[in-house]
């Protein structure tokens, strides 16, 4: 294991799957490709980066950063390894190749990336990787793969985010239908960063300490049959002075004087004996927590009576109930409901906060439905939102890909009749440039050696392909985007890789910094990432006679510039 500057170790990937191994079969070959020329320590240059924001949006939370450092600084191919890839290759491979491979261990891979739960841009380089050609090759797919997901999640979980609004609570309750096990603790951890509250899910709360959150299922409530099941009915006051002998007994009495109240007779008649007891039952066992989901019959004509029964009996004793959940139905109407019968409660018995009992909603929950529950009005509290959240069922995938921009200091580029796929080459440094308002203006990429940008200069930004966009911005505030996370053999100083809940309040401050008209759900406002002049002119003039189409040399113009 290595460690950083700070000589706090770095331990392996969180996955175990996530090893040498958990690459594509041509980064072996193009390795070896590499070794057989002698050109596999030639010092290379990589920008990892997508070209779209997912969902239809303007923004994107960059998540995944730790796992890559953990994965890099911890790479080492071992015999049985070796082994495995030795015997799915050609024969013809020669064994001084795999002595090689041995030999990895990226301790020469400098690692540089945007800081974990930053709001991103198209375009813009995540990470950069420098190294041997080979190695870094070999990392290309797993750091790919750690990013795509990762930053997907944590956006699909920011996007909930922003819709259900700061006062919401969410929880995320997908891992049971996640993309296996590993996409069900990734979910956890990335919807964490993206602005979620806790999880149901144990394994990644006892991994990543995210906060547990969780009630009993319809099949709790229907796996009761009458009140005679409850065997052991005594219930300790909170103060520890006093037992109450037949807790069932105080709930029916409870559940009467609801039944007859002046605010409330007439709303039901008899509730579900079942369930009620079932309810009674899990407040016995969690008289602090008691949370009920209360749609396994009827809402309003059984399930929310028996909840309101149980959690006056409860505060008799100096308890208090936390609320329901509602798991189907019209939520909105549902809800409003739930709450007109808590506010009755206390008002006709004089409970003081009875009427702002929490009421959680789930049933496969998504952006859309949390949109249209504000616009009808509502009275839910919390979201417990699975399927469409981890799946991110809107979009399969970010789109991360892995470029070259630069071998032995020689730029590199990648030409396409596709604008929207050329890459912009060379070395490069990222900075952020906030305007008087404290929004950030724009992303601005320039060469590694230009002169950075300063507070309070003019400075001319071009947009990376389109010669018409361009703009000058004085900034109030200048910040460089990417850090040293991996510094190979060189002496720059590493980032400490930050807590699990630094990330995520990172997260939440970057996206309170952005300008609403970025954020908002439809025709959100494109945020620019411009370029500052880069001298490779007659680098890109070379390249361009031979590989560019006439339509695509037309619409990039690149005079000197970027």
């Not at 890099?72 to 020669?94: G, M, V």
């Not at 190749?97 to 891979?109: A, E, K, P, Q, T």
């Not at 069900?184 to 919807?191: E, L, M, Q, R």
Request: aromatic share 10%; charged share 25%; with cysteine.
């Amino acid at each position: 294991m290595d460690s950083n500057d700070s000589g706090r170790v770095i331990s392996g990937p969180t996955n175990p799957m996530v090893t040498p191994l958990l690459t594509d079969h041509y980064q072996f070959t193009m390795a070896y490709a590499y070794w057989k020329a002698s050109k596999h320590q030639e010092r290379a240059v990589f920008d990892l980066y997508f070209r779209k924001n997912p969902f239809g949006g303007e923004y994107t939370i960059f998540a995944g950063l730790e796992e890559c450092v953990r994965f890099i600084s911890n790479y080492k191919i071992s015999e049985d390894q070796i082994h495995f890839i030795k015997n799915n290759l050609p024969p013809s491979c020669e064994d001084g190749f795999f002595d090689y491979l041995r030999g990895i261990d990226c301790s020469d891979v400098e690692v540089y990336a945007i800081p974990e739960g930053t709001v991103v841009f198209p375009k813009v380089p995540l990470m950069r990787i420098e190294g041997p050609v080979a190695v870094v090759q070999l990392l290309e797919t797993p750091i790919v793969n750690l990013i795509n997901y990762a930053s997907l999640v944590s956006t699909n979980a920011a996007r909930h985010r922003f819709v259900a609004g700061k006062s919401k609570t969410l929880l995320e309750f997908g891992l049971r239908r996640a993309q296996g096990p590993d996409g069900g603790v990734s979910a956890s951890k990335y919807c964490y960063i993206g602005g979620f509250d806790a999880t149901s899910n144990v394994a990644a709360g006892r991994l990543f300490g995210i906060p547990l959150r969780g009630t009993h299922s319809h099949a709790f409530v229907s796996s009761y049959m009458s009140l005679g099941e409850i065997t052991e009915k005594s219930l300790r006051k909170k103060d520890g002075s006093s037992t109450c002998v037949d807790f069932v007994s105080l709930v029916q009495k409870w559940l009467n004087k609801i039944k007859w109240s002046d605010s409330l007779c007439g709303i039901f008649s008899d509730t579900n004996k079942s369930e009620l007891t079932a309810f009674i039952s899990y407040a016995l066992a969690f008289p602090d927590n008691f949370l009920a989901l209360v749609d396994t019959y009827d809402v309003m004509r059984s399930g929310v009576p028996n909840f309101c029964a149980v959690a006056l009996a409860l505060s008799d004793l100096g308890y208090k109930a936390v609320g329901i959940r509602l798991d189907s139905g019209d939520l909105a109407y549902l809800s409003c409901e739930s709450r007109k019968f808590f506010c009755s409660i206390e008002k006709e018995f004089e409970l003081p906060g009875f009427g702002k009992m929490s009421i959680t909603a789930s049933n496969d929950l998504n952006e859309e439905t949390l949109d249209a529950l504000n616009k009808q009005g509502h009275e839910v509290d919390a979201y417990g939102i699975g399927t469409y959240l981890v799946t991110c069922y809107a979009q399969a995938a970010l789109g991360v890909v892995f470029k070259l921009v630069e071998i032995n200091n020689q730029p590199r580029i990648k030409l396409s009749e596709d604008v929207s796929k050329v890459s912009i080459p060379c070395k490069k440094r990222i900075y952020r440039l906030y305007g008087k308002e404290t929004y950030p203006l724009v992303d601005l990429i320039t060469g590694e050696n230009e002169p950075p940008p300063k507070v309070g200069q003019r400075i001319l930004c071009r947009h990376p392909f389109q010669e018409s966009k361009r703009a000058y911005v004085v900034p109030q505030h200048v910040e460089e985007l990417q850090r040293c996370y991996c510094a190979g053999s060189s002496d720059k100083k590493r980032e400490t890789l930050p807590p699990l809940k630094d990330i995520r309040e990172r997260c939440i401050k970057q996206l309170e910094q952005m300008r609403p008209d970025h954020m908002r759900r439809l025709n959100p406002t494109p945020y620019k990432c411009q370029c500052k002049i880069i001298r490779l002119h007659s680098f890109l003039v070379a390249q361009r006679g031979t590989c560019w189409g006439a339509a695509v040399t037309k619409e990039i113009k690149w005079n000197g510039s970027l």
